[in-house]
């Protein structure tokens, strides 16, 4: 088998147009292809690998930043492709804390950048690993607007509803557009599965996921999922409904240890054959590592 070849950091990365008011800046998902290193690393096993997007919501000059992208080089081309679209104001709004959203804000430092409380609070605490990761982020640029709740912004003429949720992060925060029936969910939501970062908090998160479903919102944008759906408008509410059938169900293999043991096509079969959701084969990997840590937990 030939080795993976190494591309330069953004070079593999494309502009999709979900929305005529909505940037998609998605990279990854490219087989045989890493960004950083052969070695394992949070940005070519993660982001990388599953595919990892971040949005640009724009009215006339003005522009909101949904995440700064996995890399410097990664937000330099943003910045410039926005800048080439006639922007020439941008607020970065951090949808968590997570590396693969966080990377890229010191291009973004001259500007707002827009974060929960409690997203600022972990980065603080998380300073020394994040700024000594493989790849370091370094310096790692805190948020400089603190919310501490729903914040409502205007884009141009475009309503933006910032949502806290906690899904999949304890600090997750949806960006809405009611007048466009957009979710841009960050990691709340994620296809064909969520990616299991605090499975402690796994019973909450199910019932945040039905919360943020009663919205209602007609399409749902994540950070995580595939180019061609985003690209072609994002993804139905079934998405949310889905979601809540995986946790559920991963949160069963603790009684059914059968259910542990299914492979990730398997274990998702209804919604793969309904169209629900799609396989993609790097998220095996994924899945059998939230069973494990489901599993892990006490009692």
Known sequence: MAAPALLPLGSTMRVLRPHPNVYA????????????????NWLDDGAYALGVCVYA???????????????????????????DAGVTSIRVVLSHWHDDHVAGNEVFADGEIIALDRTE???????????????????????????TGPTELKVGALTVKLEPAEIHSHDGLILLLPELGLML????????????????????????????????????LPNHGAPEVIAAGGYGPELIDAT????????????????????????????????????????????????????????
């Open 121 to 147: 609070q972990a980065l603080a605490g998380h300073r020394i690993a994040l700024e000594n990761g493989d790849p370091p982020i370094f310096p790692l640029v805190l948020p400089n607007r603190v919310i």
């Open 185 to 220: 969910a960050g990691d709340t939501l994620e296809e064909p599965i969520t990616y299991v970062a605090e499975p402690e908090r796994l019973a909450v998160h199910v019932e945040e996921l039905k919360r943020i479903k009663a919205w209602g919102y007609p399409r749902i």
């Open 25 to 40: 800046f998605y990279d990854g998902r490219i087989e045989g292809a890493r960004a950083h290193s052969a070695a394992p």
């Open 244 to 299: 809540i059938r995986y946790v559920k169900k991963l949160l069963y293999t603790r009684a059914d240890m059968a259910l542990a043991d299914q492979d990730l096509s398997t274990f998702i079969a209804e919604d793969i054959a309904s169209g629900a959701l799609t396989y993609f084969a790097p998220y095996e990997e994924v899945h059998a590592n939230n069973v494990k840590k489901v599993l892990a937990l006490p009692g």
């Open 57 to 83: 919501v724009v009215d006339g000059a003005e522009a909101i930043l949904y995440d700064t992208h996995i890399s410097i080089p990664h937000a330099r081309l943003v910045r410039r492709a926005l800048k």
